[in-house]
């Protein structure tokens, strides 16, 4: 708990640094792949680098932001920090609020530990997977928080602001009755993870870096994230830092994959 702490505190510190940009007139600039950044980006990757330096194993970090490290030296990692400095840069841009910063600990392929820090509201997800998730408001003590259990009704999607296509139409059709929660980033994953939504179906590309903290705290908290074949999600996998299509989940007892195409 005492890592989670520290990583929670350095999450927290990049959004302060996220919301000195966000309230000035800031630019928007475009990366190569034509996505934006801002110089929020920038400086949350400052700040959380410099913090997790200073943790006592020095593990190695891989940055959204600073992306250069070649798979030849990665192959080698086992244990490695996953960072999106902020996640949901569009979102930032619209100034609706839902970003977030994203920090994972990525042990053997999997993510075992994850802060997701909203700058915007303050609040702050956090789990250790095998050892629980929380929630925490500001400056308000952390709640554990559950997936819930699906009941026989409406079933509740959250989905991408930014992202929707005929291939999440022709899911959502399949899927059946069903009530779709908008929304930005890896909020996503923690609005499943605390019991306010169902099921995160992904059917478009995503970077590694986009669910890896996420996708522990939704572990951590009862839930589960899976590839359309079925299987984990595996990080640091190869060259190549996306993922396939996947569906994030609380209650397992429905079988989420078969209503892919």
Not at 225 to 252: E, H, T
Request: proline share 6%.
């Amino acid at each position: 708990m005492e890592l989670l702490d520290a990583v929670v505190g350095i999450a927290e510190s990049a959004g302060r640094a996220i919301m000195d940009v966000y309230e000035t007139d800031f630019a928007v600039e475009a990366k190569a792949d034509e996505s934006p950044i801002t110089a929020a980006d920038r400086r949350a990757h400052d700040v959380i680098r410099a913090g997790l330096e200073k943790l006592p194993d020095n593990l190695p970090i891989l940055s959204e932001e600073a992306r250069t490290v070649p798979w030849e030296v990665r192959r080698h990692w086992r244990d490695y920090w996953l960072v999106d400095p902020l996640d949901g840069t569009k979102e930032f841009v619209q100034r609706n609020g839902q970003f977030t910063v994203n920090i994972a600990l990525v042990s053997g392929g999997r993510p075992v530990m994850g802060v997701v820090h909203v700058p915007v509201s303050g609040a702050t997800y956090s789990g250790i997977v095998g050892q629980g998730a929380w929630r925490r408001d500001r400056d308000a003590e952390a709640q554990a928080i559950r997936v819930a259990a699906l009941s026989s009704g409406t079933v509740r999607v959250v989905g991408s602001r930014s992202h929707r296509g005929p291939d999440l139409d022709g899911y959502l059709e399949r899927l059946g009755p069903h009530e779709m929660i908008p929304m930005g980033s890896s909020l996503k994953f923690c609005i499943v993870a605390e019991g306010n939504a169902d099921v995160y179906p992904r059917l478009g590309p995503t970077s590694e870096w986009d669910t890896a903290a996420a996708e522990a705290v939704l572990r951590a908290a009862g839930g589960e994230v899976v590839a359309s074949d079925g299987q984990p999600l595996a990080y640091n996998k190869g060259p190549d830092l996306l993922n396939p299509w996947f569906i994030a989940s609380g209650d397992d007892s429905r079988d989420w994959t078969s209503y892919l195409p």
